[in-house]
């Protein structure tokens, strides 16, 4: 039995480990990967036990980690890059876009991109600015790249194995507020790593979320079982791609839901969902799927993002909202 | 010319039997090349990117690679490339013809990389590329093609400093052909030199008369054994000049004259081997006619082929997304049939 | 009466030199704008007549297009950059979302960025690769930025206009595809250039388009006439803001809408429009929002752009669904 | 040291007054920067980015700007620009007391742009300023602020070789502290020097001692003087070191030893201009106490500002976005007000 408590920063320090160890194409880059093990720890260690070629620190620049990236993987390589935070991803949107989304394509099949772009992500730990955005949007929109988003230690070791065993490239989106968090792992679980998770059964109302934002909703489920209100949460997991079938059973179950995301609101991941759900669970839909969303302004700064990102009174207003909506 | 601890010998010049092949090459470029734009003119294709001038940069610098190991990132100007890798030329000009993006080629087989429609897009893969070979404990050197507009590219810099801390086994061939779209060299590379940049990488670097083909030849074999043997990048900078338009929907009398043409341009590429080889007694007019009977041949089938090449089955925009497809775009797939293809 | 007929690329051309003429602040800059007059003619004439210093081409650099802009902005002056084709935008996405789209909020109002980027935008005009991509989705997610996108002359004279008059950052996607179509133009037009705009009315059902696709839903409007179906077809001109009354309006009259786009559709825009119509209009709605779209693989070459476009075809398909949906 | 038409003479040296200021100025600066990261363990800020070491590279330079027509651009880093050109100091650490991103001073009153945390972020926001003060006419050359890390970034090049092709009154001032966070300055510049990257752009550059703040303003006024001329930009490398941490969430003994520390760090440039100022009778003991003393009173002053900086109103992240508000924002705003303020 494989089970051991630990945060999600060393459950992804494991999965890496244990994708060098068991890939030889497997290769890690980034800034300050190496020595220093980045900036979270998550490669902490690794390029002394499997040496500077495996883990190396590239010099500061994005697009240039990116673009390397795809070359390797062109001459067979399995590269696990890192931007060091979200909000830097952007200078290397264009190699991601044009480049890894689209080699396999261009190339008719002959160069894959097995490349796992780990994506420190989210808000909640009061950092300066761009390092708290949320690009999921921006992701799932690419052609060719597949999103993933662990909410827990037992999730982030799954997910990344799976992720970085797979031949297309996965944006790979950690959420830092939870790093430090220690939950039981199992190393060799048996659950599959596709699709959504039902995190709590419930069926009242279905709470649709991911990354940091599926913690906030087991609590505010715990806060509304105490009225009575019995809600389920999916962790969604794949933001690309979604799986429409959990979503479709959840809702077609509680009738009711509400998507709550960090991003802003307007062409967030979570229209997406809601399209989705509305699509699929029209007839038995009793209130137009609710989005407790972070708002459409920048990412403020610290003594702000308590304000910006969905809390708990917001997400019982959403599920109060969904609940008492009457045919008008 | 050469900088720092790299060195142009003559070690590489191409020797009286590779002149000929040389010749040969580019006359089929040539012809190729100006069939290409007759093509568009009769609709046969529906945009193209001429070389018209560069023939020499182009069918040089391939020529010298070895093409068991190395590999060329063409941009989407690299016919001549193309053509003297062997590239199946068909599934080349598909590209051109609107058939796929990148052509039908096979890139491994080829050793040229899909065709690349971004600017300075591949610049960065050629080293990560490099890397990854020197990584495998294989040869192979990478030969990253991009002109004198690229060279503006924060990728192309990012690529420099990489490839030189890395001592990753690349050379990078700059075709300066004088012009960026509109934009003349000198709007655009501050200094004028793309081969001045690489001293403030430590990286060796020359700049060639690219309309030379036995000097093109020459430094790119010492580049390519430079950075095959460990000692790190290369940055060539072949002087030509685009005779042509940018492509065929541009219009190069707005913005330089035919007078300014003719002066910049200089002499012929193509005439100047036809001199060495007819004065130094390396062929003969024979040979010269047989090339462009030869090349009309090739064009001739070529011509054919793309003709009747069809368009893909639209299947095909779903089924190369992914090498694991999700039940999402299976769906998709499915509705389209549904929808396009009533099945 | 200032009324002409004209292209949209004349049209355009027209509202920058009836800019530079009245905001002695305005400069265009881009590659091949000046000499060459842009690749598309927009920028024709315009050097010649305001000068190389109003007028000016810059080095192939995207974000050098985009950061030189910001700076521009924050010295006064109205930087009107062309980038020359859609999936060129990419390399100046970090500029455009870090620094465009945060310099007014940063600095709390003391630089304002009333910097007017156009992008020629969207597919079938058989170009290479990245010279047909659909970006609204990506701009309209950032927080900090205007997006907006003509169909006709008539818009894009008047949108363009509007747009270079505003001090915020305005993303202005041209529809390559019908740059050459036209149409009747009045200068002096006293429509407002805010909000949707109801390009045909009808009662059955509400086909929401922006760009080229509005040209191509009138095109359906007019066959489903033919079986007696009146659609209403709804330019929504502004994919950000997005004028929510408008389509609330329409789809509480006609009970149905279709939203049709060309980009792909995950996380495109057209789940923030199916997702808003479902929020507002659930009571009334006879079924789900449908979408049609472009697939969520990279933009095809020519020979496959009219099978991934949205068609006709597959609009009335759209329609068919939305009227025959049937509780279930 | 100088390269092409710009040449460093010693006409900018400061004078017996101007060390004193400077002095009083470095110790104030470190007085400060010390106090901010003890603020940071006490919990009166969340983070902080110490420029210990950076003193005389950071005040030399910014005080050899013109604050009447001259402009900055900061990156994270530059606690001492901003003390130079008397940004009021509470507003300047309301970014680190995490109250509003890029601070809470007005940048155009200061002359220094927000604070940015985008690593060559604003690196062509300078170039493009620049050229925009020459359109109108004014006099102003821009200073644009950027480390050995920075360097390696697209957007360096490009504002480089946009910079040098328009002749933008710039000068880019890069402060090489020999690492960014764990990477040493040999493993990030090809070449090791950010200032033998300027030729290759034709751009006038020189590298400098920065921890020699007489050196320091001297070269900037010959650079501001050479950007103002219309001569075209000018680059500085300053040679210094991180003598801290990278932030005061680094631990830099992951990365570095304490004895590697010692040597490479040098001399530290309080103590250099100290010895300075008293061998060659400039200043004395007392001044040097004084200076100190001023420094503690003015810290604590700002220390008890600093915890009274209260958090801004929440509707502040919706008032910014746009100059003209939207319909859509305005209900998120109200919203937002009802559910978390309940009005
Ligand atoms: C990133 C990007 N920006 C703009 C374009 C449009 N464009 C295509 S070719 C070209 C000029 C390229 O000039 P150069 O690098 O000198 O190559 P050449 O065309 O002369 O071979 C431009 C601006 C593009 N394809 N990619
Ligand atoms: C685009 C971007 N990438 C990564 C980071 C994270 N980061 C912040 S500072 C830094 C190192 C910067 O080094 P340098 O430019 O030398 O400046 P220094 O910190 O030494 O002052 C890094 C990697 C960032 N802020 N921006
Ligand atoms: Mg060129
Ligand atoms: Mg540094």
Redesign the interface.
Known sequence: MSEQMMSMQQALNRALADTLRNDPTALILGEDVGTLGGVFRVTQGLAKEFGAERVFDTPLAESGILGLSVGLAMAGFHPIPEVQFDGFAYPAVNQIITQLGRMNYRSRGVFPMPVTLRVPSFGGIRAPEHHGESLEALFAHVPGLKVVSPADPQQAYSLLRYAAGLSDPVIFMEPKARYWQKAAVDMDTTQSPLGARIARPGKHVTLVAWGAMVARCLQVAELAAEDGIIVEVVDLRWLKPIDEATLTESVTRTRRAVVVHEGPRTAGLGAEVAALISEHCFDTLKAPVERVTGFDVPYPSGDLEDEYIPNIDRILFGIQRVLEHRRG | MAVQNFQVDDAGMPDAEELRQLFTLMVTVRHLDLSAVAWQRQGIL??YAPELGQEAAQVGSAFAMDKAVDFAFPT?REMGVARTLAVDMVAYMA?H??????G?Y???VSRL??IQ???A?????????????R??GRAGV?LSYFGD??S??????????????MKAPVVFFVQNNGW????PTE???????VA????????ASVCIDGNDVAAVVNATRSALAHARSGAGPVLIEAMTYRRGPHST??DPG??RSLEAERIDAGMDPLDRLKEKLLSQGIADEQFIADAWTAARAEEETLRADVMALE??P?T???D?????P????AE?RRN?RE??EHV
Chains 1, 3 share one sequence.
């Open positions: 529906p945009g989407y590209t013809k609107a058939t796929w993006h990148g039908l096979d890139p491994k990389a899909p429609a971004v600017v897009g591949s610049v960065l893969h050629a080293v990560g590329w490099a890397h990854g070979e990584l495998a990478a507009g690229a503006s590219q924060g990728d192309v810099h990012e690529a420099m400093n990489f490839a030189s801390l960026a779209i509109s934009l709007a655009q590379v501050a200094g004028g030199s001045a940049r690489a001293a403030g990488y430590n990286m929907s541009d707005r913005y368009p893909r639209g095909e925009m779903f190369y997304v992914f090498t694991e999700t039940e999402a775009l998709q389209w929808e396009s």
